[in-house]
């Protein structure tokens, strides 16, 4: 939805570059969940939590309601945080014995920091005026306190 908000071509190229590392993500965290010793059963039955789904309300609510600069500041905001996650959750699970196979999840978003710097500069022709910076960083701060909800909900 976000790529179909985007105002220029090149806009929409960017947040596409940004999906395509992505492509393997699910089965990596499936294989990762296997070797915690989860069946793909239980990823079909898994029932999110109340802040996940608060997050993902988040990301809904700008699709449909915020400008394309402010949508994609929340979504560039959530996937920040994750990108420093995955990329200090890579190695000591190696650490414990899990194989590069096994940790393939953590690790592919490693190539999705170019591409976040990238659609972070593409932004700036679509922030102008003092309103719009003002509304772009309410967007990735409302983003930020539901991510804080999501993982101490997660980690807690």
Same mark, same amino acid.
């Given at each position: 939805?976000?790529? %179909? #908000?985007?105002?220029?071509?090149?806009?929409?190229?960017?947040?596409? @570059? +940004?999906?395509?590392?992505?492509?393997? @993500?699910? @089965?990596?965290?499936?294989?990762?969940?296997?070797?915690? !010793?989860?069946?793909?059963?239980?990823?079909?039955?898994?029932?999110?939590?109340?802040?996940?789904?608060?997050?993902?309300?988040?990301?809904?609510?700008?699709?449909? =309601?915020?400008?394309? %600069?402010?949508? *994609?500041?929340? /979504?560039?905001?959530?996937?920040?945080?994750? /990108?420093?996650?995955? !990329? =200090?959750?890579?190695?000591?699970? #190696?650490?414990? !014995?899990?194989? &590069?196979?096994? *940790?393939?999840?953590?690790?592919?978003?490693?190539?999705?920091?170019?591409?976040? =710097?990238?659609?972070?500069?593409?932004?700036?022709?679509?922030? +102008?005026?003092? %309103?719009?910076?003002? %509304?772009?960083?309410?967007?990735?701060?409302?983003?930020?306190?539901?991510? =804080? /909800?999501?993982? &101490?909900?997660?980690? !807690?």
């Amino acid at each position: 939805l976000a790529i %179909a #908000k985007a105002p220029t071509p090149e806009a929409a190229d960017a947040l596409i @570059a +940004k999906l395509t590392p992505k492509a393997g @993500a699910e @089965a990596g965290l499936v294989r990762f969940g296997e070797a915690v !010793g989860l069946t793909r059963r239980d990823f079909s039955e898994a029932a999110p939590l109340a802040p996940c789904l608060g997050l993902t309300a988040q990301f809904y609510y700008h699709l449909a =309601r915020s400008s394309f %600069a402010e949508t *994609v500041a929340c /979504l560039g905001a959530s996937e920040t945080i994750f /990108l420093e996650i995955c !990329g =200090r959750i890579d190695a000591p699970l #190696k650490a414990y !014995g899990f194989s &590069d196979e096994e *940790v393939a999840f953590f690790s592919l978003h490693a190539e999705l920091e170019a591409a976040e =710097r990238a659609t972070t500069e593409m932004l700036r022709p679509f922030v +102008k005026t003092e %309103a719009e910076r003002e %509304a772009v960083t309410r967007a990735a701060e409302l983003c930020y306190g539901f991510e =804080r /909800l999501f993982y &101490d909900a997660v980690l !807690g």
